[in-house]
């Protein structure tokens, strides 16, 4: 792997602890457990019509890929020696059904496996993971009823059992084992109450300073409720329902994956734009949601922008949180120190200035799922949704943004921005005649389990989205 995709990171993350010092790090490519794990996939399609059937189903009609929605195997355990030759490692301290292992590769986004020594003739089963096993369950006429009460940690369904093998779907919150429990007295109240607190958390404010106060204080109140994985699980599902709500070609492909009770079970990452000021205030936000940090860049001088990518394991979820940088201020820990006012915006602030902190008013910038890459292309173009010029096409990695949205700028940012000398009369008429462009759903396809990301492709496609240019179609390829 080229250096384009070195980044600095620890080996040993812990909520809220920054990268540590200059280490460098690549992502590995884990083409051998992948190609392991699709072979026995294909395998399992050929004895599975169901399942073979859901395969083409999802290529035609949401440009996915089934392997993207597979969340375990359970495989035969002769295969454990192969496991273990392709970089998978056995999970000691996850929950599993008596005398089953699982496995995963720690370094890669792959499904995991299970292994149950105890009982070679374990049928051999492909476990999905919808959003929702009710609404995968609805879609396609399932008759089998849920193991998992409703809202609990870990639900599933018995989709079909065919030649030896079974398919079952399955739907998680902010758990990694595979033990449904029964919730609580009081939990789904408090399950609902969180999610309710999170859906109608106030946006807009005067100061943005009051806006991420407030949300602090009520995320002490959602974590009172249901502990931090499970509200960051809530937090993300209501972020995902805000920047749907605002982006054309996100209700269009959410719409296509809900018609087969998918949801967004295949995001890989969710993206916010920061200003200077609160980038702080929101890593330490996403640091009591149980997030660790992993790569942090630094484009500095090359793009003006620098990032922190968080992981919080359990409820799976990840982010690339963004922020204008100065060159002088690479070697500074811009992850825990507060940025002064720069005397001009970048890409990321000045996206910020026009519509406000991604955390609040504004909602991600975008949502990244996993596609069959070329296949998305051509279906939403289709359904007259265009897509930019791919800013990442390497074999283990290719990324593409839909065309961004034109929001309407409200008056009192561009005035403010005007009196500040952010912008150019020209600018603030153009802003106040065409509005800026807004969100976007971004087309994703990894390879080889690649876990990272592009720094040089990153700061092709930020430099490309500068709400200054305004031929968006034109975002150069990746080298």
Known sequence: MT????????EKVVPGQAPA???????????????????????????????????QRVRDETATDLFEWVDHLVLPTGVGPELEAAGFRRQNDVETPPGVAAYEHPRATLPRVLLHPDDPSLPFSLGLRPESVADFASRNNLSAEPEGEPFSRYRQIVVAEEHGTRL????????????????????????VQAKELWATRPRRFAEDAEGFRFADRLCGRVIDLVGPDLACHLFFEVERAYWENRNLAARLQKHRQDQLGLGWGNHDHHTFRCS??????????????????????????????????????????VVFADVDLLPEERDIDFTTTTLPPAPALGTVGLWVGLHGESFLDAGMHHLEARFDFSLLRE???????????????????????????????????????????LITRAQFDRFSSEGAIGSHLENLQRHGGFKGFNQKSVSAIIAATDPRKEHFREAPAAA
């Open 168 to 191: 079952v779907a399955v739907e998680r919150r902010a758990y990694r084992g595979f033990v449904p429990a029964p919730l609580e007295s009081g939990e789904l109240r408090r399950l």
């Open 21 to 55: 010092g200059n280490q460098d790090f690549d992502w590995p490519l884990a083409t051998e457990a992948e190609l392991l794990l699709r072979q026995q996939l294909e395998r399992f399609l050929e004895q599975n019509s169901f399942a073979a059937d859901l395969s």
């Open 276 to 317: 200077r000021a609160h980038f702080v205030n929101l890593l330490q936000f996403l640091d009591k949601l149980g997030f660790v940090r992993r790569e942090r860049y630094y484009a500095g001088a090359e793009a003006g922008w620098g990032a922190q990518i968080l992981e919080q394991q359990l409820a799976r979820i």
């Open 3 to 10: 250096s384009d995709n070195r980044a600095f990171a620890q």
């Open 379 to 421: 279906q939403l173009n289709t359904c007259g949704v265009k897509t930019m010029k791919p800013f990442s096409d390497f074999e283990f990695l290719r990324q593409a943004f839909t065309e961004g949205e034109r929001w309407p700028v409200r008056a009192a940012r561009l005035e403010r921005l005007l009196s500040t000398g």
